[in-house]
Each structure stands twice: as structure tokens, then as C-alpha cells.
């Protein structure tokens, strides 16, 4: 509960404890925002880190001349885009071991076809969308290699994935995160990102709700 409660106070108070990191490491920053990114996109452990918030956060940092708002988008870009392709592959090493018997109870084989068929038809939307939402961010490139969607596929769409996520909330923090109402509301800013990021799963529980 305290690791929890530390990194609530964290992602709420990114303004403050950003603001304390780049004072502290400098221009150390980046390598710390990469690292961080990278893991929640990259490590399926590691789905409670912040993604959008933070990436707003830089780059309102950003705009008033703390970080620099080009090497922001391109190294998050990239490790946004490595962690995916990490975990698309420990997907895609880890799959075929636990599925290898058709009839095992938990690990069916069929459903591992049929993830991979899944994949193969709406992969590509799938990659995309997952980039906006907490969670299923960190777990859809998983399921991805352990469906065996085609390689070439996925990287095409994790490249164009990452680099609209990333430009999105980097530059959304770069041009508005220092807006009056926005700075000095910045726990609610990131309150109202964090319910815009889970939306799409609200909307995808409603209509499934409505078509049954």
C-alpha cells in the first residue's frame, strides 16, 4: 500500500516532483523519462507507471525552456516504440511455451490460435488505441506476440502508435500545459488526462453492455 500510495502522490504531483528531478539530475532527466516510459510500455510488471501524465508533464516543462521539447518527443518516441517491440517479443518467446498443449485447461492452444487470428484482423487498430489507454497499453503488445501477429505488421503500427502518442501528450503539455487555468490546476489537468486515457475502455464496456 505504500508503494501505491507513493506513486499516486507522484503521478498527481508530477508539476512538483518533475520539477524536483530536473533540478536534481539535470540533464539526466531524459535518460530517466526514457527509462520510465520504457518500462511501462515495455515490462508487463509495470503497468501502474505513469504514461500520459508524464508526457504531458515534460512537455509543459518543456515549454518554459527546462527540457527541450524536440529530443523529448524523439527519445520518448523511441522508447515507447522499443518497449513495445521488447514486449511483443518476450510475447511471442513466452507464448508458444505456456500454449503448447491443446488441451490444457488454463493455456489452451486454441486459444492461442484464435488470439492469433484476432490479431491478424484488428491488429492493427488494436496497437494503436492501446497506446491511449493505461494498462491495456503495457499488456496489448504482449498479447500481440503471444498471438503471433505478423512482425512487419506490428511494427508498422507500433511505429505510428508511438509517435502520435507521444507527440500528442508531449506537445498537448508543450502548448497548453502552461495555460493559467491549466498550471494552477495541475492535478485536476492530470485527473481529467487520466479519465480522457480510460475512456475508450468505458466506451467499449457500454456498447458491448448495449449489444447484449
Known sequence: MGILKNLVDFVLHLDKNLSLIIQSFGAWTYFILFLIIFAETGLVVAPFLPGDSLLF???????????????????LSFAAILGDTINYSLGKFIGPKVFHERKSRYFNKEHLERTHRFYEKYGAKTIIL??????????????????????????????LG???????????????????????????AILVIIFLSIMPIIVEIYRNYKKR
Open 57 to 75: 508533464a515534460a512537455g509543459s516543462f518543456a515549454a518554459i525552456g527546462s527540457l527541450n521539447v524536440f529530443w523529448l518527443f524523439v527519445l
Open 130 to 159: 492501446a497506446r491511449f489507454v493505461p494498462v491495456i497499453r503495457t499488456f496489448a503488445p504482449f498479447v500481440a506476440g503471444i498471438g503471433r501477429m505478423r512482425y512487419a505488421k506490428f511494427l508498422l503500427y507500433n511505429i
Open 162 to 188: 508511438g509517435l502520435l502518442w507521444v507527440a500528442l501528450f508531449v506537445f498537448g503539455g508543450f502548448y497548453f500545459g502552461n495555460i493559467p487555468l491549466v498550471k494552477n490546476n495541475f492535478t485536476i
